[in-house]
């Protein structure tokens, strides 16, 4: 089945940290760019990070840059974001996209996108 399932979310005091999953299954994600998107309560999508498909290279947003980090294990046909020092505007539902866009603006307008999660939830709280 051909599929992307997000994991790792869940509760969190502010500043600790979470590492989500992105896994496909039926398909190599290695050949993918990826993007991480997040959407909290009444807010809109937020387009928060990206890798690239031809030579992983990232993108983050002002929003959580210094704090996240997107990596992708090709072995595990899985692209991960490692989250520090959560806030609790971090709080949100996180999903991961894949598909053949060059760079991060395209991938955030959804040109290419081929495969989406269904997201995982992120709640950042004491």
């Known amino acids: 089945q051909v599929q992307l399932v997000e994991s790792g979310g869940g509760l969190v005091q502010p500043g600790g940290s979470l590492r989500l999953s992105c896994r496909a299954s039926?398909?190599?994600?290695?050949?993918?760019?990826v993007g991480w998107f997040r959407q909290a309560p009444g807010k809109e999508r937020e387009g928060i990070s990206f890798i690239s498909d031809s030579d992983d290279s990232p993108y983050y947003a002002d929003s959580v840059k210094g704090r996240f980090t997107i990596s992708r294990d090709s072995a595990e046909n899985t692209v991960y974001l490692q989250m520090n020092s959560l806030k609790s505007e971090d709080t949100a539902v996180y999903y991961c996209t894949a598909g053949g866009a060059s760079n991060w603006n395209l991938h955030f307008a959804d040109y290419g996108v081929h495969y989406r999660g269904k997201g995982t939830l992120v709640t950042v709280s004491s």
């Open positions: 039926g398909f190599t994600l290695a050949y993918y760019a």
